[in-house]
């Protein structure tokens, strides 16, 4: 196994971080790294914020359901979907480019360009010995967080990350296995394999919460995953994208 795989199979979200921040050297090393991700059409639609100012992480945390390992880590990075660079081209150019910009195609394109060079940003940032963690919560008050960011239209904070020196190791959760995941020539449609590998995988995470909580926590995959899809959360989402310009066809 090469260190680049041993970098990606040793994966873990660090939460708490040591009071050091990050050079400005690390900082744009994995801003190129982000950058060298595969983009669809080299279309290139993301945009990465990076937050210094303590206030800003402080203000950030808040919106992001009080998380405080967001307000301290070495450095915070925000991934942003970002067609707004290309309203400009369309303006410059003298193209009617809007009607492609308002596509379902185009927000997906940028959602996986964004992902994609986050993932790389990730793993630059492991293999020099930091930390991470992905912050979803981000989404949970858009409007708040984009006026603290001032993103204009077509740009959409998607996630943070929290990058730094970590504190202390923390345990990496078993995944699902491989079986469930990995399909050849088609999909697996047996239901009843498919549970049968989810009773197994529920077994795995039970002994992982066990051991991890010296026997205070013995819950499942499913009951987790079936209890957070029960409760409806940034309903607000689809109209928050529509006023930005995003998604509209």
């Known amino acids: 196994m090469n260190p680049v795989i041993e970098t990606i199979m040793n994966h873990r979200s660090i939460r708490q971080f040591e009071d050091r921040l990050l050079t400005d050297e690390q900082i744009h090393t994995i801003v190129q790294a982000a950058q060298a991700a595969s983009t669809s059409s080299f279309i290139q639609a993301y945009s990465i914020i990076g937050i210094k100012d303590k206030e800003k992480k402080k203000r950030l945390a808040e919106l992001c359901g009080d998380q405080s390992y967001v307000a301290r880590n070495g450095h915070l990075f925000v991934f942003c979907a970002d067609l707004h660079r290309h309203e400009l081209i369309g303006q410059m150019e003298e193209v009617d ?39 979803g919560g981000l989404r949970n008050k858009l409007d708040e967080v984009s006026q603290v960011l001032k993103t204009p239209a077509r740009v959409i904070p998607l996630f943070a990350i929290t990058m730094g020196y970590p504190l202390q190791e923390s345990s990496q959760k078993p995944r699902l296995p491989l079986a469930h995941v990995y399909h050849e020539e088609e999909y697996e449609q047996d239901e009843w394999r498919t549970k049968e590998q989810l009773a197994e995988y529920n077994k795995t995470i039970q002994d992982y919460y066990t051991e991890r909580a010296g026997g205070k926590r013995s819950d499942t995959w499913t009951s987790q995953m079936a209890n957070m899809l029960s409760k409806q959360s940034r309903m607000y989402m689809k109209s928050h994208l529509e006023e930005q310009g995003w998604n509209k066809r």
Do not use: H, R, W
């Not at 910009?101 to 010995?129: C, H, P, R, W």
């Open 97 to 135: 480019v809007l009607p492609s910009l308002e596509s379902t195609e185009k927000f997906m394109v940028a959602l996986i360009d964004a992902t994609l060079a986050a993932q790389n940003a990730v793993i630059a940032a492991e293999s020099m010995g930091l930390g991470i963690c992905y912050i």
